[in-house]
């Protein structure tokens, strides 16, 4: 009878090295998972950031476009109707405007304008004439 005895408190301390062993392997699965989930929610953290910064720069070039905008139609109105505004260049909230306006009538309507007339607009930004003239003909299409 004793040897039974000892028998079963051998197999009895098995599985307890067993069960402590499969307790230790499910706690680091446990650490593993909850690590990686604490990376993901990390790395959506910073991109987030990076997404909120690059929306409050865009809102501030927008504001600065807009007060730019706005100083010219003051500068023009206190002009009087005979000038033109001089070029410009505004440094607004870490920004720098540029502005250079122009007379309303130098502009072309592309809707009514000439294919010749349209030829001569793309020319100074093609390298052939003929190009010009081609570009002129499909946009005339």
């Known amino acids: 009878?004793?040897?039974?005895?000892?028998?079963?408190?051998?197999?009895?301390?098995?599985?307890?090295?067993?069960?402590s062993g499969s307790a230790l392997i499910l706690v680091l699965w446990t650490s593993l998972i909850l690590s990686a989930l604490l990376?993901?929610?990390?790395a959506t953290a910073r991109i987030d950031a990076r997404i909120a910064a690059a929306q409050l720069e865009t809102i501030k070039a927008k504001q600065a476009a807009r007060s730019a905008l706005e100083i010219a139609a003051f500068r023009q109105s206190t002009q009087g109707s005979g000038g033109q505004s001089a070029p410009a260049d505004l440094?607004?909230?870490g920004h720098t405007v540029s502005l250079s306006p122009t007379w309303q009538s130098s502009l072309i309507d592309i809707n009514l304008a000439s294919e010749a007339a349209l030829a001569a607009v793309f020319?100074?930004?093609?390298r052939d004439p003929e190009e010009a003239a081609a570009l002129a003909a499909r946009?005339?299409?």
């Open 1 to 19: 009878m004793r040897r039974s005895f000892v028998g079963h408190a051998t197999a009895a301390r098995l599985v307890g090295q067993h069960q």
């Open 139 to 141: 946009v005339m299409d």
């Open 123 to 126: 020319r100074p930004y093609l």
């Open 91 to 93: 440094h607004l909230n």
């Open 39 to 42: 990376a993901g929610a990390l």
